[in-house]
């Protein structure tokens, strides 16, 4: 085949994710998943079930009917057929077109003119009954190229396919973990309106005994609508959240949708961190632009084939009767042969330019593929620092909660021998308050981060069958070039 072989340019000299190897995150070996280290482990797996490692049974199941019933996931099913359909149509080119022809007339001579059938009558009927077969032979292997263009189309809508499921799977993931996070702030934030309101009523005793300024009282009521206003936001995201969560399962958003809270998940021990070389092959995007410059390499193939010399063949072997009777009898029939050599001389410039357009999509499309590759070990390498500093603010929050929290038994203590008032009392508990509210983001976060990671290293597809058919179905529409 005459033109480029598409190879795809080289990974980048020294590609990695960060400076320094990582190990490890921080974290406490022992106690709630969500506070412990996790293990970065170069080169493992990644399951094709990757949600599976939080361990939570209503999760599975949302994701297993999301794969069922998502309605962009089985378009982008539908458009992977027709890509694939597509390349047949281009693979019919290899074989011999055959159409047939029945021509029945009535036909009038001119009297000026002889006779024109064998029993010289003026007027006739004629049935013609003809095959027209034709073959035009890949010289130069333009029709190979078009095969190949249509493999490489089909597949980049795998590829798009695939980045469709796992970024629905991630979403829909990150939405029950944003779900659970945000019941955690409610609570905390309800906390926080409740201890700000007994302070207040305090303080309107304290005022009406005159033990405190009208100005003080003022300002623990901004206080209190401060935080008021802080809730119904985190409820009108819960709310869209559960919507999200529908709309990602196919269904609308008024159907029953389990709960989700943080402690229903388990933070995964071991990370996969897939190597640079390996990444290339399980990234979607990656593998959608590599298509692309098969596609590419294609198309200059198929502009160089049309500027060189072509064949055609052709018969044309058929039957002219005056009656329906004298069909298949000799002497009735007749037949054409005929090869046809074509070279294009002059076409004002159109095939040449076109060569040179495809030459430089090419280049385009090397281009954007390291561009792509670029992104995708950036995305992986944002990823892992995400799971790395995230650890460790959830552990200092952690540690000013436990502060807060055993504050809060010695000023119970403290209250209960009349050592405090009941506003230190409140103020130790706002604080514990406050200090929920902040680990329940970073426990959020954290969960995300991990979900984060195993999307940006290709969650795992190729361990799954997204194609909404069988592998022995998919494998006969993707390979096979049989015209039935």
């Not at 060569?355 to 954007?368: G, H, I, M, P």
Request: proline share 5%; glycine share 8%.
């Amino acid at each position: 085949m005459v033109g480029p072989k598409g190879d795809t340019p080289p990974l980048p000299d020294k590609a990695g994710y960060t400076a320094q190897s990582m190990a490890h995150t921080s974290g406490r070996t022992a106690g709630s998943s969500i506070l412990r280290r996790q293990d970065f482990v170069t080169g493992m797996d990644i399951p094709g079930k990757w949600w599976e490692v939080f361990k939570n049974p209503k999760l599975n199941q949302l994701v297993e009917q999301a794969l069922a019933n998502n309605q962009s996931l089985k378009a982008m099913q539908n458009s992977l057929k027709a890509a694939w359909e597509q390349r047949r149509v281009e693979g019919a080119a290899l074989y011999p077109s055959i159409s047939a022809q029945f021509i029945p007339s009535r036909n009038k001579t001119s009297k000026t003119l002889s006779p024109v059938p064998n029993n010289n009558s003026w007027l006739y009927n004629l049935h013609t009954a003809q095959l027209n077969i034709g073959y035009v032979p890949d010289l130069w292997g333009g029709t190979r190229q078009a095969i190949k263009a249509g493999g490489a189309q089909a597949d980049i809508q795998h590829a798009q396919l695939e980045a469709t499921a796992l970024t629905m799977v991630s979403d829909l993931v990150t939405a029950t973990i944003t779900e659970a996070g945000l019941r955690a702030q409610i609570r905390a934030k309800e906390a926080q309106i409740s201890e700000q309101t007994k302070m207040l009523s305090i303080g309107g005793s304290q005022f009406g005994a005159g033990d405190v300024s009208r100005q003080s009282l003022l300002v623990q009521r901004d206080a209190l609508a401060q935080i008021e206003a802080d809730l119904p936001p985190l409820k009108n995201q819960l709310a869209q959240t559960r919507d999200q969560i529908a709309t990602l399962i196919g269904s609308t958003p008024n159907v029953d949708l389990p709960v989700f809270e943080l402690d229903d998940f388990t933070l995964p021990e071991k990370l996969p961190v897939t190597l640079p070389a390996t990444l290339l092959s399980h990234r979607p995007d990656v593998e959608a632009a590599r298509a692309q410059i098969q596609a590419a390499a294609a198309q200059v193939g198929i502009a160089i084939a049309n500027r060189l010399p072509n064949v055609q063949l052709s018969a044309l072997p058929g039957e002219a009767v005056g009656h329906m009777s004298q069909f298949f009898k000799p002497g009735y029939g007749n037949w054409d042969i005929a090869a046809t050599v074509t070279q294009p001389i002059f076409q004002g410039g159109s095939l040449l330019h076109a060569q040179r357009e495809a030459r430089d999509s090419l280049l385009q499309a090397n281009e954007y593929y390291k561009s792509t590759v670029i992104s995708a070990i950036g995305d992986v390498a944002n990823s892992l620092h995400a799971v790395e500093f995230d650890s460790d603010t959830l552990l200092a929050d952690q540690k000013g909660l436990e502060a807060a929290q055993e504050s809060y038994k010695i000023a119970q203590a403290q209250h209960r021998l009349g050592d405090n008032s009941e506003i230190d009392l409140l103020q130790s508990k706002l604080a514990v308050a406050q200090d929920e509210l902040s680990v329940a983001q970073d426990k959020t976060a954290r969960f995300s981060d991990t979900v984060g990671l195993f999307q940006s290293l290709g969650g795992g597809w190729w361990h799954r069958n997204d194609l909404g058919m069988s592998p022995k179905e998919a494998k006969e529409l993707s390979k096979s070039l049989l015209p039935w």
